[in-house]
């Protein structure tokens, strides 16, 4: 089961941070990814953390995203930064299976969502 929040409304510019916690025990064996949507659009991949700790984004938020985990705590983040609205979306975090990673059908266990909003 995995969790998302952090979600909310900023400035264009801003900055926020998600965080996906997931339950059960072997997370650290899994890589998790964070896709979005926006509305009218469909679901787009944004990054992925893989469980030996390398990490790859969309060209689209390369340089301004940033996506972590702490396996201690079976957390995963997304740090967003330099914001801006066409990054409004509700934020999914999801547990890699198998595939090609920017797909969303490559992931099997996916949160429910939250909203980030970007206001210009």
């Known amino acids: 089961q995995l969790q998302a929040s952090g979600g909310g409304l900023v400035h264009d510019g801003g900055s926020l941070r998600l965080s996906c916690a997931a339950s059960g025990r072997t997370f650290s064996g899994y890589a998790m990814g964070w896709f979005r949507q926006a509305p009218g659009k469909e679901r787009e991949f944004v990054a992925v953390?893989?469980?030996?700790?390398?990490?790859d984004y969309a060209d689209s938020v390369k340089g301004r995203f940033t996506v972590s985990r702490d396996n201690a705590k079976n957390t995963v983040y997304l740090q967003m930064n330099s914001l801006k609205p066409e990054d409004t979306a509700v934020y999914y975090c999801a547990r890699f299976n198998s595939g090609g990673y920017s797909y969303a059908r490559s992931y099997n266990y996916w949160g429910q969502g939250t909203l980030v909003t970007v206001s210009s």
């Open positions: 953390s893989w469980s030996g700790g390398n990490t």
